[in-house]
């Protein structure tokens, strides 16, 4: 990863005391992700991290999104575990979470590449002991296929009068201007920031039909906002 970026969160992490999902991918083979030399401290800083209460995401394996699939959150065509078969995703996974172990790690929950998984994803998590997924489209964290959600909607931060969001942010291509608001929005509402373990020991409630239709909804919004940002781009 691009070192001198990623630093940036680093100290914003330390400063204000925030307890992220840190999304780690086990087996990088994904060239876009090579944004410069290996970190020899690499793991030593995720440690450090995941013990002052960070949890440490399962990001895919190789994030090599080859396969063509729309998955439950369809957001993107490009996948690297949707519509992939169920045997090569359990492999996968075991091999992700026996690499992120092998090097003093305890990832507890699950962080999509592009938002690309399906109900055979979520059966070989379950079954490797993997509880929570980083993913979804609904106002508050709810219970479903025998997992716990906690929604993630947003790409930057965003004033909210209610519900429950988590914020995405690739430190790779994160500008100065995004750290930046990133470190104004953080001294104004640090406070209501949580943990993924508070989070996960308050949720009980199933998804319900309000949660599909919100679902519905995002997407489309999601979809029109993008298509909107291509036409301004053409001009």
Aim: net charge neutral; aromatic share 10%; charged share 30%.
């Amino acid at each position: 990863m691009d070192l001198d970026c990623w630093l940036r969160f680093e100290r914003i992490i330390d400063r204000f005391g925030l307890k992220p999902i840190l999304a780690v991918v086990p087996e990088n083979c994904d060239p876009e992700l090579v944004c410069g030399p290996p970190d020899p401290e690499f793991w030593e800083r995720m440690q450090r991290l995941q013990s002052g209460g960070a949890t440490i995401g399962l990001h895919g394996f190789r994030h090599v999104c080859e396969g063509v699939g729309g998955g439950l959150i369809p957001l993107h065509k490009r996948t690297e575990f949707a519509g992939v078969d169920e045997k090569l995703q359990r492999e996968w996974i075991r091999a992700g979470l026996s690499i992120l172990r092998g090097h003093g790690l305890d990832p507890r929950i699950w962080v999509a590449p592009r938002h690309g998984f399906d109900r055979a994803t979520l059966a070989a998590l379950r079954d490797a002991g993997i509880g929570l997924v980083s993913d979804g489209l609904a106002r508050e964290p709810f219970q479903e296929h025998g997992l716990v959600w906690i929604p993630q909607q947003l790409w930057e931060p965003i004033e909210k009068t209610e519900g429950f969001w988590t914020i995405c942010i690739h430190a790779n291509h994160a500008s100065d201007e995004a750290v930046a608001a990133l470190e104004d929005f953080l001294e104004r509402y640090w406070d209501s920031f949580t943990s993924v373990d508070e989070i996960a020991r308050r949720v009980s409630r199933k998804r319900d039909w309000r949660d599909r239709i919100f679902h519905r909804w995002m997407i489309w919004r999601i979809a029109f906002g993008r298509l909107k940002k291509r036409l301004m781009a053409r001009g």
